[in-house]
């Protein structure tokens, strides 16, 4: 049979320049979907077929996807808050410190996602949770598909009746996802810098979830949220207004924000050392870091470790005043559009180092291959964890490090590279 | 004239005693005193020791020490009891002509802005307006008033037209021979630093000793430098000392104790009086309108919400500019600055003193905003941030809008720029200068706005912090000419002034520190 001179062939179903640039610098060739392919970058949709019972593709060695089959288990929402709660009662179960309660009942060191709650599944659940902070706010988002469309803000329970009628009915409801939506707590109380709000946007790369081997990017971003309002109108039709100019186009990760501007997460670093201190700053970045891998080793049980799969997730993480993070959200399909030219570069370079750690060396992927790439590759990557090196060290046998504990590793920051550093709160 | 010392010395005393009296740390001296008579280790024997030693353990003296010490940092030493007001203003004749001249050419620019658009300079808001004002004073980034017809009143490039034609009619050019062969913009004879008096001036940035920007590096274990640098910076915030805080400076400042560090040596301290004062002055802001007013809102959406870092503080500028075009205790500076503000009246109040105006005369707000951004990552209390920039505006930036003689002066800087890359870059001046790319048309706007706004903000941040520790701006012309000496070779590689331009273009990824102690300490010149 014919052997090909070495080049990987690639197809795409995303019409993207930072993708597309990339494949061609690495002399790769591109193909059509039914030739023999050995990279495929796909859609969300694509992604759902490929790896469909119906279709039976079945992929060869020499062959590497950019997402894992089942993924919707950490980035559909519902799905994702499932999974945290079920790790987090096996922690318990097992009792294991991590699992430690606080007074109030709430986990110290697994308290990450906002209250949530499931509708109309868990809606009796989430009215016992509402009465008991009747003044609080809490926003509505559909589970499924649309991303910004649909958000909304209560702070009644008149205002979503409709899912109290559902939930009354028999279990027959058809629960597709068009209609469910998850209810979270609505965080109001979130940092401002210069008196805008901003959420964190952060690259993560995961090669293998059994043992898990993650990378944080380290040129993670904040986006700024500027909204015009009106004073005049009444609170809530204000956050009403807020969320709909805000959610008006559907960016794919954008969703939830007008842009304002974007700052690095370096500058975020350099302005809360500057004002709030060195140590709560460290403290924050290392709790960052901790969520981050918590939230994969909730769904890391329930992934299809595949090992034709790699898969670069977009982090959604929002910092209230007292400097806690909280997921929101996690992304399989970052947005690949850039609005500027330091976005395109930003992008194209995320793609880049994302390709030499997923394809080493630009050959022809064997899916056999341990996922090790040497320190040299990662480019602006650096390794968040690495379960099969913890384990060697002997340190992790049983998580024992947690936030707060840091040694205040100096390479934490962010506009140093090279060392591999997180690792404080092992 | 020359003075001797020890009459210098009482003058600059009564000088500095004739300024704290009446000030707040006067009388809060005065009360401490009072009380302290309650106390069982103050005897009447020996009344006035005890009390001397009463508030020197309980740190009033530490804080007259730092007042003592910020007027004599911002203060000029006087030349001559009988010298003019206008010779501590700015001792040369020709220097004081020209400044004169600048601004009558500004105020004669605004006035025609107001004829042209029928504003008036100054004008008493309706109550409607001012009650709209007060609603939105923390998002006035969100107003989008139209301000296409107002223009900036003059830019970098104006100013620099000036300087450049400025000339010491007592001074024959053709004759010295130093000064013949000076090839760049700037033709007066003003004495700057050459590199052994910089090295001097500058020795804590020599190579043996630690820096922040330098040694704090990933590479470098903290425990070589960095620790113990930040161990000393607790040490002297603890203490309170000025003088100690500006010493140590020169190494850097720490990020987590910058803020406090920066407001030590400024002697800011944000008394209850000091908040009264910015809310005073908010007041004064949301019922009068002026024509700057407007100006400055143009100047802000042009450049800060351009910009990469600054974007996020929009707001805040808006409240510390607006204030402080209304603020008069900034006028004190004028007698320590060669120019002299502008004067107008609310409408309709002509030649009423207390409906009188005064605009700094840098009405160009550009550098000014862009001297506020930085500060913003630091403080974020509106009070304090102002108080700083204008503690940083009457010491420092002040002389980097206005024509003078005075060695942090922007000819001075000018000056000791071109004659720096002259003297130690010869051919590739030489070569600029053929291609008429001359080098301070491309450097003049990094000086005039101190960096700001052309570095990475943590740059920016360490090189200020020696602006502070040497109480100097000659730091931003050795910066500039240490830039170029960076980018030599590509710089002569071109041959146009655009090409120049954009090999000049991003600074964006440059390291301070390591810049200038190369250019200062490991250069062979």
């Known amino acids: 049979f014919r052997i090909m001179a070495g080049k990987v062939k690639w197809v795409t179903?995303?019409?993207?320049?930072?993708?597309?640039?990339?494949?061609?610098?690495?002399?790769?060739?591109?193909?059509?979907?039914?030739?023999?392919?050995?990279?495929?970058?796909?859609?969300?949709?694509?992604?759902?077929?490929?790896?469909?019972?119906?279709?039976?593709?079945?992929?060869?060695?020499?062959?590497?996807?950019?997402?894992?089959?089942?993924?919707?288990?950490?980035?559909?929402?519902?799905?994702?808050?499932?999974?945290?709660?079920?790790?987090?009662?096996?922690?318990?179960?097992?009792?294991?410190?991590?699992?430690?309660?606080?007074?109030?009942?709430?986990?110290?060191?697994?308290?990450?996602?906002?209250?949530?709650?499931?509708?109309?599944?868990?809606?009796?659940?989430?009215?016992?949770?509402?009465?008991?902070?009747?003044?609080?706010?809490?926003?509505?988002?559909?589970?499924?598909?649309?991303?910004?469309?649909?958000?909304?803000?209560?702070?009644?329970?008149?205002?979503?009746?409709?899912?109290?009628?559902?939930?009354?009915?028999?279990?027959?409801?058809?629960?597709?996802?068009?209609?469910?939506?998850?209810?979270?707590?609505?965080?109001?109380?979130?940092?401002?810098?210069?008196?805008?709000?901003?959420?964190?946007?952060?690259?993560?790369?995961?090669?293998?979830?059994?043992?898990?081997?993650?990378?944080?990017?380290?040129?993670?971003?904040?986006?700024?949220?500027?909204?015009?309002?009106?004073?005049?109108?009444?609170?809530?039709?204000?956050?009403?207004?807020?969320?709909?100019?805000?959610?008006?186009?559907?960016?794919?990760?954008?969703?939830?924000?007008?842009?304002?501007?974007?700052?690095?997460?370096?500058?975020?670093?350099?302005?809360?050392?500057?004002?709030?201190?060195?140590?709560?700053?460290?403290?924050?970045?290392?709790?960052?870091?901790?969520?981050?891998?918590?939230?994969?080793?909730?769904?890391?049980?329930?992934?299809?470790?595949?090992?034709?799969?790699?898969?670069?997730?977009?982090?959604?993480?929002?910092?209230?005043?007292?400097?806690?993070?909280?997921?929101?959200?996690?992304?399989?399909?970052?947005?690949?559009?850039?609005?500027?030219?330091?976005?395109?570069?930003?992008?194209?370079?995320?793609?880049?180092?994302?390709?030499?750690?997923?394809?080493?060396?630009?050959?022809?992927?064997?899916?056999?291959?341990?996922?090790?790439?040497?320190?040299?590759?990662?480019?602006?990557?650096?390794?968040?964890?690495?379960?099969?090196?913890?384990?060697?060290?002997?340190?992790?046998?049983?998580?024992?490090?947690?936030?707060?504990?840091?040694?205040?590793?100096?390479?934490?920051?962010?506009?140093?590279?090279?060392?591999?550093?997180?690792?404080?709160?092992? | 004239a020359m003075l001797d010392p020890d009459r210098g010395l009482s003058l600059t005393i009564a000088r500095v005693v004739q300024r704290l009296q009446g000030s707040s740390l006067h009388s809060q001296l005065e009360r401490q005193a009072r009380v302290s008579l309650h106390k069982p280790e103050i005897k009447l024997e020996s009344l006035k020791e005890d009390i001397k030693d009463f508030l020197k353990t309980s740190g009033w003296e530490k804080k007259l020490q730092n007042a003592v010490y910020s007027e004599l940092n911002v203060f000029p030493s006087p030349c001559h009891p009988a010298a003019p007001p206008e010779h501590i203003k700015e001792p040369l004749a020709y220097m004081r002509k020209a400044q004169g001249s600048w601004e009558k050419r500004i105020l004669k620019s605004l006035n025609s802005m107001c004829t042209e658009l029928n504003i008036p300079l100054a004008q008493k808001r309706p109550a409607n307006e001012q009650k709209e004002l007060l609603n939105k004073w923390n998002e006035m980034g969100t107003d989008e008033p139209d301000l296409s017809l107002f223009r900036p009143v003059y830019a970098p490039k104006d100013f620099l037209e000036v300087l450049m034609n400025l000339r010491n009619p007592n001074y024959e050019n053709g004759e010295q021979p130093s000064f013949r062969n000076h090839l760049g913009l700037i033709q007066v004879p003003l004495k700057v630093k050459d590199i052994p008096e910089l090295k001097e001036a500058f020795s804590e940035l020599g190579l043996n000793i630690g820096q922040l920007g330098i040694d704090d590096s990933a590479q470098v274990p903290p425990e070589f430098f960095e620790n113990e640098h930040v161990r000393v910076g607790q040490k002297v915030l603890a203490e309170q000392d000025s003088a100690a805080a500006q010493q140590y400076v020169r190494q850097g400042c720490p990020t987590a104790l910058r803020a406090d560090l920066w407001a030590l040596i400024l002697n800011i301290s944000n008394q209850p009086e000091d908040i009264l004062y910015y809310e005073q002055l908010k007041s004064n802001v949301i019922q009068h309108n002026l024509l700057v007013d407007s100006l400055i809102y143009k100047d802000v959406k042009l450049t800060a919400s351009n910009d990469d870092y600054y974007f996020v503080f929009e707001d805040y500028l808006y409240q510390v500019l607006l204030c402080f075009s209304r603020d008069t205790s900034v006028l004190e500076h004028f007698t320590y600055s060669s120019a002299t503000p502008p004067k107008s009246y609310i409408q309709g109040k002509l030649g009423m003193e207390e409906y009188a105006v005064y605009y700094p005369p840098n009405v160009n707000y550009n550098s000014f905003i862009l001297s506020v951004a930085p500060l913003c990552f630091l403080y974020h209390e509106p009070s304090k941030l102002y108080q700083i920039f204008r503690e940083m505006y009457v010491r420092f930036f002040f002389r980097l809008h206005s024509i003078s003689s005075h060695p942090s002066g922007i000819v001075s800087l000018c000056l000791l720029f071109e004659t720096l890359l002259q003297t130690h870059l010869p051919q590739l001046f030489y070569h600029l200068r053929e291609i008429g790319a001359q080098p301070l048309r491309i450097s003049f706007k990094w000086m005039v706005r101190a960096f700001s706004g052309y570095l990475a903000t943590d740059q920016l941040l360490l090189l200020w912090d020696r602006i502070l520790g040497y109480n100097s701006l000659e730091i931003l012309a050795v910066l500039a000419a240490a830039v170029f000496a960076f980018r030599a070779v590509n710089l002569m590689e071109v041959t146009s002034l655009a090409a120049a331009e954009a090999v000049l273009a991003d600074l964006s990824t440059l390291k301070v520190m390591p810049l200038l102690q190369i250019f200062l300490f490991a250069t062979v010149t």
């Open chain 1, 13 to 426: 179903d995303i019409e993207k320049s930072v993708l597309i640039n990339n494949f061609e610098k690495r002399g790769w060739i591109q193909v059509a979907e039914n030739e023999d392919w050995n990279f495929y970058w796909m859609s969300v949709q694509t992604i759902r077929n490929v790896f469909s019972v119906e279709t039976g593709y079945r992929l060869s060695d020499d062959q590497i996807v950019n997402h894992f089959p089942n993924h919707y288990e950490l980035t559909r929402k519902d799905l994702m808050v499932k999974n945290i709660k079920r790790y987090r009662k096996e922690l318990e179960k097992e009792g294991s410190p991590l699992a430690e309660k606080d007074e109030n009942g709430k986990y110290i060191y697994l308290d990450f996602v906002p209250v949530t709650f499931m509708l109309p599944a868990d809606y009796n659940l989430f009215v016992e949770e509402f009465r008991k902070n009747p003044s609080s706010t809490w926003i509505m988002k559909p589970c499924g598909k649309a991303q910004g469309k649909g958000i909304f803000l209560i702070n009644k329970l008149s205002q979503i009746k409709k899912w109290s009628r559902d939930s009354k009915t028999s279990s027959f409801v058809s629960q597709s996802s068009k209609e469910a939506y998850v209810i979270s707590l609505y965080i109001n109380n979130p940092l401002l810098i210069g008196g805008k709000k901003f959420d964190l946007r952060l690259y993560v790369l995961v090669s293998t979830y059994r043992p898990l081997r993650c990378y944080m990017y380290k040129l993670g971003f904040c986006r700024f949220c500027t909204v015009k309002y009106t004073p005049s109108t009444s609170e809530l039709d204000n956050m009403f207004v807020h969320l709909t100019n805000v959610a008006i186009q559907k960016h794919g990760d954008d969703y939830n924000h007008i842009h304002g501007g974007k700052w690095t997460v370096s500058n975020l670093r350099l302005y809360l050392e500057s004002t709030r201190g060195k140590e709560v700053t460290n403290k924050l970045f290392d709790e960052i870091h901790w969520i981050i891998v918590q939230s994969l080793k909730a769904v890391a049980p329930v992934i299809n470790n595949d090992k034709h799969c790699f898969e670069c997730y977009g982090y959604d993480i929002i910092i209230d005043d007292k400097l806690k993070p909280w997921l929101i959200e996690v992304n399989a399909s970052p947005s690949l559009t850039s609005s500027t030219a330091n976005d395109r570069i930003l992008k194209y370079n995320l793609i880049n180092d994302t390709l030499n750690i997923a394809v080493p060396n630009g050959e022809i992927p064997d899916c056999k291959w341990n996922k090790s790439p040497p320190k040299e590759v990662l480019g602006n990557y650096e390794v968040l964890y690495d379960e099969e090196m913890a384990q060697s060290d002997g340190t992790d046998r049983d998580l024992r490090g947690r936030p707060g504990q840091s040694t205040g590793v100096k390479g934490s920051r962010a506009r140093d590279s090279g060392k591999p550093v997180l690792t404080t709160w092992k």
